[in-house]
């Protein structure tokens, strides 16, 4: 199946990528959609002790950050800048046109904020 992976500006944590190389078999990575703007509103002071106990104790080996520049060696990297609507981030066009091009049946989102995906279930099968 043909497949697309959305990033932000080139990271994956450590259990996607095992995740992906896990599925490896049933997948083919054909493009890799790097958001280049995506912007996390985080509000630290009401959810202070979230933040903390994630601090502490759930960040282990497997949500550190690693680079996807060579990880992916048979996948095209396309850069894009989203565009925000009611709170939510859209794909341009022309990131649209690349994915119906490359016929992308299937895109994992582990980039972007809400992604709102009108425009994208007309174009992939199996969407995101």
Known sequence: MKVAIIV???FLTLWQ???????SN??????????????TK???????VYYVINFLFIRNKHSAKILINNKFSKSK???FESHYFNNRQHLPKET????????????IKFG????NVDNIDKIVKNGV
């Open 112 to 115: 972007m904020n809400l992604l």
């Open 42 to 48: 985080r509000n630290y002071i009401k959810y202070f």
């Open 77 to 79: 990297l396309f850069d």
């Open 8 to 10: 932000d500006n080139e």
């Open 26 to 39: 049933l997948v083919d990575i054909k493009l890799i959609l790097n958001c280049k703007n995506t912007i």
């Open 96 to 107: 649209l046109e690349i994915i119906q091009d490359e016929k992308i049946e299937l895109i």
């Open 17 to 23: 990528y095992n995740s992906l190389k896990l599925a």
